[in-house]
């Protein structure tokens, strides 16, 4: 089965990116697949270089990093929610004229239509909301 996973929850103002996260390495783990990681909203957080976790929690945005790249998966991150919550890559820093970029590689910076394809293409789509 192949799943898209959307997450609009912030790494650590609720629990909905920690269950996504854990439910994204069921799933690779599995005998299913992940088309696409969905990052909305709050949930743009999670791909932020700029977070620091304490040293008693998991570092939530760490393992998303590290469960990218190390299964190769497609993570966007959306656009119009990153611009708002300052996120940038190094594109999107150049083009509004910004000093540096904070979006974690293995992440995406890209719209909608990557939701809306995502809905398409996956046989379940899981979202993870506050």
Not at 19 to 26: D, G, H, R, V, W
Not at 29 to 44: A, C, K, N, P, T
Not at 82 to 93: I, N, V, Y
Request: hydrophobic fraction near 45%.
């Amino acid at each position: 089965m192949k799943f898209s996973i959307i997450v609009n929850g912030a790494p650590w103002s609720s629990p909905a990116a920690f269950s996504a996260l854990k439910f994204a390495e069921a799933v690779v783990e599995s005998d299913h697949e992940i088309y696409r990681l969905f990052f909305f909203q709050d949930g743009v957080h999670n791909g932020s270089a700029f977070a620091v976790a304490p040293q008693d929690e998991v570092d939530i945005p760490k393992r998303w990093q590290a469960l990218i790249s190390k299964h190769k998966l497609d993570a966007v991150v959306c656009a119009a929610s990153a611009l708002k919550h300052g996120l940038l890559d190094a594109g999107e820093a150049a083009r509004y004229d910004k000093d540096g970029h904070n979006l974690l590689p293995g992440f995406d910076i890209s719209g909608l239509g990557q939701l809306v394809d995502a809905l398409n293409q996956a046989d379940r789509v899981v979202t993870f909301v506050n």
